[in-house]
C-alpha cells in the first residue's frame, strides 16, 4: 500500500517536496514512479526511480527541476520538485512496480500498486 503526502498551494517559482511512503517489508524490490493527471488531460509520466535509488529517469518537462530519490530505510520515495510553474498543477501519484535491478518504469501499465493522489497547485 502507498501513501502520497506534500502536495499543496504554492506561487510559480517555488518547491514542494512529495512523499511516497509504503508498507510491507518488499519496498526495496519496487522500481517507483511518479505521475501527474491534471484536469481533462490524460496521466503522464514525470519521474521514475530504480529499486536502489540509482537510475532515475524525468519527463523533458520537468528535468532539471524535479529530483527523485529514495530512503528504502525509511520505505519512502521523494520528488523534490523545485521552480514550479502553473502547467506542474495536477495531482501526482505515486506507483510502485516488481522489476529486475537497475530498472526504471516508464509506462503506467507496468506498476502494480498505485497511492491515491496529492494535490499540487501552482499558481502564477
Known amino acids: 500500500q502507498l501513501q502520497a503526502s506534500g502536495g499543496g498551494l504554492v506561487q510559480a517559482g517555488g518547491s514542494l517536496r512529495l512523499s511516497c511512503t509504503a508498507s510491507?517489508?518488499?519496498?526495496?524490490?519496487?522500481?517507483v514512479g511518479w505521475f501527474r493527471q491534471a484536469p481533462g488531460k490524460e496521466r503522464q509520466f514525470v519521474s521514475g526511480i530504480s529499486r536502489a535509488g540509482t537510475i532515475r529517469r524525468y519527463a523533458m518537462s520537468v528535468k532539471g527541476r524535479f529530483t527523485a530519490s529514495r530512503d528504502n530505510a525509511k520505505n519512502t520515495v521523494y520528488l523534490q520538485m523545485n521552480t514550479l510553474k502553473p502547467e506542474d498543477t495536477a495531482t501526482y501519484y505515486c506507483a510502485a512496480g516488481t522489476t529486475v535491478t537497475g530498472v526504471v518504469l516508464m509506462e503506467d501499465s507496468s506498476y502494480q500498486n498505485w497511492g491515491q493522489g496529492t494535490q499540487v497547485t501552482v499558481s502564477s
Open positions: 510491507g517489508r518488499t519496498f526495496s524490490t519496487y522500481a
